[in-house]
T-cell receptor, first 112, second 111 residues
Framework: EDQVTQSPEALRLQEGESSSLNCSYT??????LFWYRQDPGKGPEFLFTLYSAGEEKEKERLKATLTKKESFLHITAPKPEDSATYLCAVQAYGGSQGNLIFGKGTKLSVKP | ETGVTQSPTHLIKTRGQQVTLRCSSQ?????VSWYQQALGQGPQFIFQYYREEENGRGNFPPRFSGLQFPNYSSELNVNALELDDSALYLC??????????FGSGTRLTVV
């Protein structure tokens, strides 16, 4: 069964304290791995798509990496405005069309 | 370029009633997917529409149904509402299933 597990469930950082969020996945054939940011009561906001092991993408203070079993979202020198829930999702080959399988997310709090 | 818009933003319904949620896809996107997100959980896939036909469905009962219109907008209909249907309903649009853009969602409360 295809599934996604994110850890930790919650993470509290001081402003400037770098860290990483983990997304472990089990999928029959990976079509793509997606990272989204979600603010309370809002829809997910797209961050990155990764397609193959070894791929890396960066955007401001965020960097996403991918291996055959997991993905990491590295946050460098975070600011309070980076506080949000970060969701990881995978899309599998052969799965139901359009089916993104999401993890439960990591709730990040950055204190000034 | 306009993003994905959903209406209404909030809705309160009574158990057993029926509800219709609406979604306008991002300009240029021809595919619409619907997700249910319970509190503290990740979104769960309900179904996807492409060219006005359902071409993918998650593990949801038939009382969850949908439509896609020629302008690519979409509706989600839920019949015989249950308390567990209370959730944030998200619509996502894409061009042929690549790169999903989500709307802000409709918060449905069933009492």
């Amino acid at each position: 069964e295809d599934q996604v597990t994110q850890s930790p469930e919650a993470l509290r950082l001081q402003e400037g304290e770098s860290s990483s969020l983990n997304c472990s996945y089990t999928v029959s054939g990976l079509r793509g791995l997606f990272w989204y940011r979600q603010d309370p009561g809002k829809g997910p906001e797209f961050l990155f798509t990764l397609y193959s092991a070894g791929e890396e993408k960066e955007k401001e203070r965020l960097k996403a990496t991918l291996t055959k079993k997991e993905s990491f979202l590295h946050i460098t020198a975070p600011k309070p405005e980076d506080s949000a829930t970060y969701l990881c999702a995978v899309q599998a080959y052969g799965g139901s069309q359009g089916n993104l399988i999401f993890g439960k997310g990591t709730k990040l709090s950055v204190k000034p | 370029e306009t993003g994905v818009t959903q209406s209404p933003t909030h809705l309160i319904k009574t158990r057993g009633q029926q509800v219709t949620l609406r979604c306008s896809s991002q300009s240029g996107h021809n595919t619409v997917s619907w997700y249910q997100q319970a509190l503290g959980q990740g979104p769960q896939f309900i179904f996807q529409y492409y060219r006005e036909e359902e071409n993918g469905r998650g593990n949801f009962p038939p009382r969850f149904s949908g439509l896609q219109f020629p302008n690519y907008s979409s509706e989600l209909n839920v019949n015989a509402l249950e308390l567990d249907d209370s959730a944030l309903y998200l619509c996502a649009s894409s061009l042929g299933g690549a790169g999903y853009t989500f709307g802000s969602g409709t918060r449905l409360t069933v009492v």
